[in-house]
Nanobody, 115 residues
C-alpha cells in the first residue's frame, strides 16, 4: 500500500513563501498523475495543483494560479509544491495524493498564513 508523507508547512506572513514536499513509498509513484490538495475545517478538500507522470503541470485553479508551482522528482518519489505570495485564504492542511485522491490520505502538513 502506497503511503504519502507530507512536510514543509508552517507559519508564514502574508506575501511569504513555502515549499511543501511529499514523499511516496513504493515503486509505483512514477506511474501516478499526482496532485496537491488542501482542506480547511468544514470545507471539502480542494485540489490546488496536479502534475503528469512526465512532469507537466496541469491547469491550476484560479485561486492559486500564478502563485503555486508543482513539480516532481520521480527518482526521489517526491512531489513538491512551491507556494509564493501567500495570503490568509491559503491557510489549510495540505495533502498530496493521486489526481483522483484514490489512495489513503497521509497526515498532511499545516500551512498558516498570518501576520
Amino acid at each position: 500500500q502506497v503511503q504519502f508523507v507530507e512536510s514543509g508547512g508552517g507559519l508564514v506572513q502574508p506575501g511569504g513563501s513555502l515549499r511543501l514536499s511529499c514523499v511516496a513509498s513504493g515503486t509505483a509513484f512514477r506511474t501516478y498523475t499526482m496532485a496537491w490538495f488542501r482542506q480547511t475545517p468544514g470545507r471539502e478538500r480542494e485540489r490546488v495543483a496536479a502534475i503528469t507522470t512526465g512532469g507537466s503541470p496541469l491547469n491550476y485553479p484560479d485561486s492559486v494560479k500564478g502563485r503555486f508551482t508543482i513539480s516532481r522528482d520521480n527518482g526521489k518519489n517526491t512531489v513538491y509544491l512551491q507556494m509564493d505570495s501567500l495570503n490568509p485564504e491559503d491557510t489549510a492542511a495540505y495533502y498530496c495524493n493521486r489526481f483522483a485522491g484514490s489512495i489513503t490520505w497521509g497526515q498532511g502538513t499545516q500551512v498558516t498564513v498570518s501576520s
